[in-house]
């Protein structure tokens, strides 16, 4: 069965993303990772299962998907959770749901979900809806109402990507009081950013360090403040 979507509510725990690539079949104007479809960029997979094997998966509340947009290359995606398929955790998926358009890719996409036990998660941005059948998607919402989530119409932007600068901004220090599951994501360079954040998200680590290391940075700096890592600190200092 396809598990239901993660809510942990202990700061202890970590849920863990993958954006394996930021390719995506649509190019917003408003897109925290700038993407689009002429991206080229994935996860080196080798170094990946190299860091996940120096994770703690007891600290691992749940693991999610996103990009770009998970339905461009399902194959790799999907080859992220094989890489933690033996941990029970939850899983879900962030999607612009463009495949709701094309039969073949709903069938291809829903059929991985179903295998990969993912909780479905789809934006409600009116851009995105554009490219959306939401005859499609109601209907699904529909037929698996603990699974499939179809967001409300959404104008919460970060000020990040194709609008870092561009944007006002307020922030509320959630890097340091959020009192749930802290998020990170593996990005396609390699680099691990932390999204318990309300503007741009800080990167505090990469592959080529362990779990520990990160775990131990990520705790100081929300003690002592994300520094120089945030382009924010000094107007909140």
Same mark, same amino acid.
């Given at each position: 069965?396809?598990?239901?979507?993660?809510?942990?509510?202990?700061?202890?725990m970590?849920? +863990?993303?993958? @954006? %394996?690539?930021?390719?995506?079949?649509?190019?917003?104007?408003?897109?925290? %990772?700038?993407?689009g479809?002429?991206?080229?960029?994935?996860?080196d997979?080798?170094l990946?299962?190299?860091?996940?094997?120096?994770v703690?998966?007891?600290?691992?509340?749940?693991?999610?998907? %996103?990009?770009?947009?998970?339905?461009?290359? +399902?194959?790799?995606?999907?080859?992220? +959770?094989?890489?933690?398929?033996?941990v029970d955790?939850p899983?879900?998926?962030?999607?612009n749901?463009?495949?709701?358009?094309?039969?073949?890719?709903?069938?291809?996409f829903?059929d991985?979900?179903?295998?990969h036990?993912?909780?479905?998660?789809?934006s409600?941005?009116?851009?995105?809806?554009?490219?959306?059948?939401?005859?499609?998607?109601g209907?699904?919402?529909?037929k698996?109402?603990?699974?499939?989530?179809l *967001? #409300?119409?959404?104008e919460?932007?970060h000020?990040?990507?194709?609008?870092?600068?561009?944007?006002?901004?307020?922030?509320?220090? *959630?890097?340091?009081w959020?009192?749930?599951?802290?998020? @990170?994501?593996?990005q396609?360079?390699g680099? @691990?950013i932390?999204?318990?954040c309300d503007?741009? %998200? #800080?990167?505090?680590?990469?592959?080529?360090?362990?779990f520990?290391?990160?775990?131990?940075?990520?705790?100081?700096?929300?003690?002592?403040?994300?520094g120089?890592?945030? #382009?924010?600190? *000094?107007?909140?200092a």
């Amino acid at each position: 069965m396809i598990l239901d979507q993660p809510n942990s509510d202990d700061p202890n725990m970590y849920d +863990l993303s993958f @954006i %394996y690539t930021k390719r995506c079949d649509l190019r917003c104007a408003f897109c925290m %990772y700038s993407s689009g479809p002429e991206v080229d960029d994935a996860i080196d997979l080798s170094l990946l299962e190299g860091w996940l094997d120096t994770v703690d998966m007891g600290r691992v509340a749940s693991f999610g998907l %996103y990009g770009g947009e998970v339905g461009v290359d +399902l194959d790799g995606f999907g080859a992220c +959770l094989d890489l933690v398929s033996h941990v029970d955790r939850p899983h879900f998926v962030l999607t612009n749901g463009t495949w709701s358009t094309d039969p073949s890719r709903t069938v291809e996409f829903l059929d991985f979900c179903w295998r990969h036990k993912c909780y479905v998660v789809v934006s409600g941005t009116p851009w995105h809806r554009r490219h959306q059948n939401r005859a499609v998607l109601g209907a699904l919402k529909e037929k698996w109402p603990d699974t499939f989530r179809l *967001k #409300p119409v959404e104008e919460n932007f970060h000020a990040m990507g194709r609008l870092e600068g561009k944007m006002r901004f307020s922030c509320t220090r *959630k890097c340091a009081w959020w009192g749930r599951a802290l998020r @990170i994501a593996v990005q396609p360079d390699g680099t @691990i950013i932390f999204q318990n954040c309300d503007g741009v %998200y #800080p990167v505090v680590g990469n592959l080529v360090e362990s779990f520990s290391q990160l775990d131990a940075r990520v705790s100081r700096m929300r003690r002592e403040g994300f520094g120089d890592v945030c #382009p924010y600190s *000094k107007e909140v200092a």
